[in-house]
T-cell receptor, first 116, second 114 residues
Framework: AQSVTQLGSHVSVSEGALVLLRCNYSSSVPPYLFWYVQYPNQGLQLLLKYTSAATLVKGINGFEAEFKKSETSFHLTKPSAHMSDAAEYFCAVSDPTTGTASKLTFGTGTRLQVTL | KAGVTQTPRYLIKTRGQQVTLSCSPISGHRSVSWYQQTPGQGLQFLFEYFSETQRNKGNFPGRFSGRQFSNSRSEMNVSTLELGDSALYLC?????????????FGPGTRLTVT
């Protein structure tokens, strides 16, 4: 079974500061990994995905994530936070080998607060 | 292209009733997945439909069911509603054949059971 752990249910940063949201996964096979963002009263929007082609993945809105197999991590970063980044962020994993690649297992989410 | 649409957006039901939620995927997407989001349990996978067949299923009781039509539109049904079924139900569509299966989510249906 796969699982995802997101450390920190709430993260607060100042506008212009580095954003770091942590995600560790557990999987017996190289997984597919995703980061999604959810704004209030909205669905989930895909920020980026890990395809195994490159360990550093760039996504939308200036976000990027680095896949580190040795640390089983896929942390999300952004060099400079904007007020508009305030939202809830979810890390998700799926297993590409068992026919369940479309079944996402989500972490518990991290709410990002951006202050002036 | 239009995004994933879900109807209704908000719903209030009474315990014991049944409810049907609808999802229209992005044009050309043949896979539809459903997720339940609650403050306590987070986001949980319900099931996935592809070509009118249930392809994957999560760990939910049989009161939760779904179906997919030939135009890829999907419905999910919850019978004998319980208070704990109050949640945001999210539908996601996928353009199958495109690894690693990017899922595009709709805005959700917020179900309140009283």
């Amino acid at each position: 079974a796969q699982s995802v752990t997101q450390l920190g249910s709430h993260v607060s940063v100042s506008e212009g500061a580095l954003v770091l949201l942590r995600c560790n996964y557990s999987s017996s096979v190289p997984p597919y990994l995703f980061w999604y963002v959810q704004y209030p009263n909205q669905g989930l929007q895909l920020l980026l995905k890990y395809t195994s082609a490159a360990t550093l993945v760039k996504g939308i809105n200036g976000f990027e994530a680095e896949f580190k197999k040795s640390e089983t991590s896929f942390h999300l970063t952004k060099p400079s936070a904007h007020m508009s980044d305030a939202a809830e962020y979810f890390c998700a994993v799926s297993d590409p080998t068992t026919g369940t690649a479309s079944k996402l297992t989500f972490g518990t989410g991290t709410r990002l607060q951006v202050t002036l | 292209k239009a995004g994933v649409t879900q109807t209704p957006r908000y719903l209030i039901k009474t315990r014991g009733q049944q409810v049907t939620l609808s999802c229209s995927p992005i044009s050309g997407h043949r896979s539809v997945s459903w997720y339940q989001q609650t403050p306590g349990q987070g986001l949980q996978f319900l099931f996935e439909y592809f070509s009118e067949t249930q392809r994957n299923k999560g760990n939910f009781p049989g009161r939760f069911s779904g179906r997919q039509f030939s135009n890829s539109r999907s419905e999910m049904n919850v019978s004998t509603l319980e208070l704990g079924d109050s949640a945001l139900y999210l539908c996601a569509s996928t353009q199958t054949g495109q690894s690693p299966y990017e899922q595009y989510f709709g805005p959700g249906t917020r179900l309140t059971v009283t």
